[in-house]
Each structure stands twice: as C-alpha cells, then as structure tokens.
C-alpha cells in the first residue's frame, strides 16, 4: 500500500453509499475534486484514498470515514485516520507524546477509561469502538510477538559448507 493510503479502507461501503445517494461515479468525484477512474480504483479495491480524501468523499456523501471501513479489523490507527486526524494532531488534544500514541496504535500499551472516552469523541465513535479498535490493535502486536518468538525459537541448521565436487 503506497504511503499515506488508509488502512482499512472498505470499497464496498464506498460504492453502497454512492449508490444509495444515487450518484454516479462521475458525479462524486466532480463533487469530491477527484478524478473518475480514483473513485473507480477504490470501488475496485486496487488503491485506497488518503486521509483527507477519504475525509473530502465522505463529507460529499453526508457520512463520517469511520463509515466507509470496514468492520472487521478496526485498529486505533485506522480510527485516527478515519477521523482525518494526524499523530501530531491527536498528540497535541491527548497532551502525550508522538512515542505513546505509537506504542496505544500498535497495541503496546493498554488504554485507560479515560483515554476511551476520550478518543471516541475525538474520532467521532463510540467508546466501544475504540475498545475494539484496541483489541484489535493489542491482538496484532501479540500477534508479532508470536511471530518473531517462533522464530526465534526455531532451529537453523548448521551450516557446513559448500560441498565440493572432487
């Protein structure tokens, strides 16, 4: 995924919103200042949209960007993104630093009730997303830690050498 591409990006939802509004591709994109064939490859799945275009779409379409991702894998960065918010941003209203954001997107630190509350309503959500989100979050960074233990953990074998023909 090309840098600053939001993860988490559903087509599907793009398309279900855009038709329910029945507009054609063309239209939203002359509405959303993007090209036709953008809108098409994220309808199609082959690109996702930035931040701030995701944010530009979904204002056309009278949604939030937390609408147009999907559900089922919901990360605290994915919020984020969704709420057209930078790191900096949400570290200047959090008063935390850049390192801590990191380590409660990535799962490494767990969140309080106070963050939770917090954060829905900076994203725009329900706390209860954000407590998904969180898991989800914490269930993909135990899922490295997994990873790279069993690596670790495996054996190599020993290298003898190159053989040679005699």
Known sequence: MPRGEVRGFSPDKLRDHRQAKGYSIDLLADLAGVSPPTIG???????????????GVAEVLNVTSSDLMATDHTTLRD?????????????????????????????????????????AALYKVTPEQVRAAAETSAADWQAVLDEARKQRDTPRP????????S
Do not use: F, I, M
């Open 41 to 55: 490859a994220w309808e199609r799945g082959t690109r996702s949209p930035t931040a701030k275009r995701l944010a």
């Open 79 to 119: 919020l984020r993104q969704g709420a057209n918010l930078t790191r900096n941003e949400v570290c200047a209203k959090l008063r935390c630093s850049p390192v801590t954001l990191n380590y409660l997107e990535k799962g490494r630190r767990p969140l309080h009730d106070d963050d939770v509350e917090y954060l």
């Open 158 to 165: 020993k290298s003898g050498g190159v053989a040679r023909a």
